[in-house]
T-cell receptor, first 110, second 115 residues
Framework: EDQVTQSPEALRLQEGESSSLNCSYT??????LFWYRQDPGKGPEFLFT???AGEEKEKERLKATLTKKESFLHITAPKPEDSATYLC???????????FGTGTRLQVFP | GAVVSQHPSWVICKSGTSVKIECRSL??????MFWYRQFPKQSLMLMAT?????????EQGVEKDKFLINHASLTLSTLTVTSAHPEDSSFYIC???????????FGDGTRLSIL
């Protein structure tokens, strides 16, 4: 069964304190792994798509990496405006369906 | 770019009424649209997938007659919750995708409360 597990469930950081979020997955034929940011009461905002092991993508303070079993979202020198829930999702090779993890709720304090 | 608008953002209605939610892709043509449901502190659960001009494909356990989906154009899909009851109260989110190689872009959701 295709499955996505995110850790930690919640993370509190001081402004400037870098850290990483983990997304472990099992899927039959990975077609793509997606990272989204979700603010309270809003829909997810697309961040990155990763397709194959070894791939990396960056956007401002965020960097996503991918291996055959997991993905990391690295946050460098975070700011309070980075506070949000970060969602990971995978798409299996034979479907249109995204399977989401339950997210990591990030809080960055000044 | 890739803006998806969902309306209404919030609705309260009495048990037994039907509620329609609209999802529009504003700056691209969405060949495929998706409807999700999200409970507090839980992941998004896909309810159905719809392709323009075709019948929606529902996930296992989702009642087709209760959650009516129409995708009549490349920019608009609607979800109608028929004869809504309190257990249907949830956060409903749509997404749209231009092509199979593009990511899904999400609307801001509709908070549905059935009294």
């Amino acid at each position: 069964e295709d499955q996505v597990t995110q850790s930690p469930e919640a993370l509190r950081l001081q402004e400037g304190e870098s850290s990483s979020l983990n997304c472990s997955y099992t899927v039959s034929g990975l077609r793509g792994l997606f990272w989204y940011r979700q603010d309270p009461g809003k829909g997810p905002e697309f961040l990155f798509t990763l397709y194959s092991a070894g791939e990396e993508k960056e956007k401002e303070r965020l960097k996503a990496t991918l291996t055959k079993k997991e993905s990391f979202l690295h946050i460098t020198a975070p700011k309070p405006e980075d506070s949000a829930t970060y969602l990971c999702a995978v798409q299996a090779g034979n479907t249109d369906k995204l399977i989401f993890g339950t997210g990591t709720r990030l809080q960055v304090f000044p | 770019g890739a803006v998806v608008s969902q309306h209404p953002s919030w609705v309260i209605c009495k048990s037994g009424t039907s509620v329609k939610i609209e999802c529009r892709s504003l700056d691209f043509q969405a060949t495929t649209m998706f409807w999700y449901r999200q409970f507090p502190k839980q992941s998004l659960m896909l309810m159905a997938t719809s392709n323009e001009g075709s019948k929606a494909t529902y996930e296992q356990g989702v009642e087709k007659d209760k959650f009516l989906i129409n995708h009549a154009s490349l920019t608009l899909s609607t979800l109608t919750v028929t004869s809504a009851h309190p257990e249907d109260s949830s956060f409903y989110i749509c997404s749209a995708r231009e092509t199979v190689n593009q990511p899904q872009h999400f609307g801001d959701g509709t908070r549905l409360s059935i009294l």
